[in-house]
């Protein structure tokens, strides 16, 4: 069975620090990955998602997530955050033994940025 | 595009009623949409796989008889928690594949059950 875990539970940081999120996946086979992001009161949006290719994907709000296989990770990052990306992130896994239907999630990592 | 939509977005009920949680893909047909539960401060459970058309496809775990999932359109997706307890409380999130062999899912915004 996938599992995705998502090491840092509470993360905080001021405007303008560069903000890295980890993300481990355990499933040997072909994955597609995602990251999506609840701000307070808001529901899950996508932030960005890797199914093939570039594993330097770009998404929305100036994060990007690079995918390494060799270490099953697809970590978060943005260079610079604002007061704005403060919400809780998740990252999430679906793999083709499943036909890529059942997304399992992290735990999340909830993120408050300072002003 | 890609909207997913829920209604309500909170309920309470007593202990011994039945709830109804709808589940909308407004602007594209979904095939498949899912029902998640997320606890407070923990991550989303999915509960269910909901096809049109046919009977959905229950995690380990979930009682099928109490989260009664019907999907009987393109667009639309009900979870029935029947004769719900306060332990049924929770926050109940849906999404929804996009296009036939969509492989993202896009969520609703959930709905607050609390049972009294």
């Known amino acids: 069975a996938q599992s995705v875990s998502q090491h840092n539970h509470h993360v905080i940081l001021s405007e303008a620090a560069s903000l890295e999120l980890g993300c481990n996946y355990s499933?040997?086979?072909?994955?597609?990955l995602f990251w999506y992001v609840q701000y307070p009161g808001q529901h899950l949006q996508l932030l960005l998602k890797y199914f093939s290719g570039d594993p330097l994907v770009k998404g929305i709000k100036g994060f990007e997530a690079e995918f390494i296989k060799s270490k099953f990770s697809f970590n978060l990052r943005k260079p610079s955050v604002q007061w704005s990306d403060t919400a809780e992130y998740f990252c999430?896994?679906?793999?083709?033994?499943?036909?890529?239907?059942?997304?399992?999630f992290g735990t999340g990592t909830r993120l408050l940025v300072s002003p | 595009g890609a909207v997913v939509s829920q209604h309500p977005s909170w309920v309470i009920c007593k202990s011994g009623t039945s709830v109804k949680i709808e589940c909308r893909s407004l602007?594209?047909?979904?095939?498949?949409m899912f029902w998640y539960r997320q606890f407070p401060k923990q991550s989303l459970m999915l509960m269910a796989t909901?096809?049109?058309?046919?009977?959905?496809?229950?995690e380990q775990g979930v009682e099928k008889d109490k989260f009664l999932i019907n999907h009987a359109s393109l667009t639309l997706s009900t979870l029935t928690v029947t004769s719900a307890h306060p332990e049924d409380s929770s926050f109940y999130i849906c999404?929804?594949?996009?296009?036939?062999?969509?492989?993202?899912?896009?969520f609703g915004p959930g709905t607050r059950l609390l049972v009294l």
């Open positions: 602007d594209f047909q979904a095939t498949t």
């Open positions: 999404s929804a594949h996009q296009g036939l062999a969509g492989r993202t899912q896009y």
């Open positions: 909901s096809n049109e058309g046919s009977k959905a496809t229950y």
């Open positions: 999430a896994v679906n793999g083709m033994n499943t036909g890529f239907q059942k997304l399992v």
């Open positions: 499933y040997g086979g072909t994955v597609n």
